[in-house]
């Protein structure tokens, strides 16, 4: 029994073959003030594969003035620049939702502090082309566990919402995001019994650290933490998950998003 539960129970990693693709804007939806989701199209994205709520994949923006792209060439050792091109601009995005009928992909844009990816989604439009790498491999968390912790903050949205919308009507899950405000809110989708607990930055003096060690005993059963917010946050929230809540590390993921400071960060945050 002990041996079935923990193959069932079991966190794999899936590899897959690295692909840059060209697609196109076909929808540009604001989710919320602070929220744009961006849908893209077109047959080099036929095939793109992410089997997990957590994948990332690189997206590349157009240089400034440009419509379109420039990708890097696929070499033996990785991604390789054109020749006499700029290094294209390039951020760490989640896989909001792939529809393998249709081919489209959506990607979700949060609206914070001035830098490339927000102000492309900013001035976003029908027409204008991203490029895309990946996602490289996913690890996947099964839904089966008896109850699932989702820590994150804006950019942890897409992942978090896209986990809720995965679990089945058994699970239970614990929600705590931190965003600016109440405009900032999203309605999640799930079968699963979800409690969610928002964090507002704006003139409040609470973290999702302190929103965390509020949190009454966590349910009976097998469950499983995920974290994903600026890095120092979510180093903090993983200490608290061992150390006081006294959480197996095999049960936690936590990722770094983003870091205060630096600019492309994404990163696991392990011993």
Do not use: C
């Not at 409690?195 to 059963?221: M, N």
């Amino acid at each position: 029994m002990l041996s079935e539960l923990a193959d069932r129970l079991a966190v794999t990693r899936v590899r897959h073959p690295v692909k840059l693709r060209l697609g196109v804007v076909t929808r540009v939806t604001a989710i919320t003030p602070h929220l744009i989701r961006v849908t893209l199209s077109g047959e080099q994205l036929h095939g793109f594969n992410s089997a997990s709520f957590d994948d990332h994949m690189k997206v590349f923006f157009p240089a400034e003035g440009a419509e379109t792209p420039v990708l890097p060439t696929m070499g033996p050792e990785g991604p390789v620049i054109v020749p006499g091109a700029a290094r294209p601009i390039a951020r760490d995005f989640t896989p909001r939702r792939f529809d393998p009928r249709t081919g489209e992909l959506d990607i979700e844009f949060v609206l914070h502090e001035a830098g490339p990816a927000t102000m492309w989604a900013a001035q976003a439009r029908v027409g204008q082309t991203l490029g895309i790498g990946g996602p490289r491999g996913s690890m996947i968390i099964p839904a089966a566990f008896d109850w699932h912790l989702l820590v994150g903050d804006d950019t942890a949205l897409p992942a978090i919402a896209r986990r809720l919308e995965d679990l089945p009507s058994t699970a239970r899950a614990l929600v705590l995001v931190e965003v600016a405000d109440a405009s900032a809110h999203v309605d999640f989708e799930s079968r699963a019994t979800v409690q969610t607990t928002w964090v507002h930055r704006t003139g409040a003096d609470e973290s999702l650290l302190s929103a965390l060690r509020k949190l009454p005993a966590f349910p009976a059963g097998e469950g499983y933490a995920w974290a994903a917010a600026e890095a120092g946050s979510v180093r903090e929230l993983r200490a608290h998950l061992v150390g006081e809540r006294g959480m197996p590390k095999s049960r936690i993921r936590a990722a770094a998003y983003w870091k205060r400071g630096v600019q492309a960060v994404h990163e696991v945050i392990d011993d």
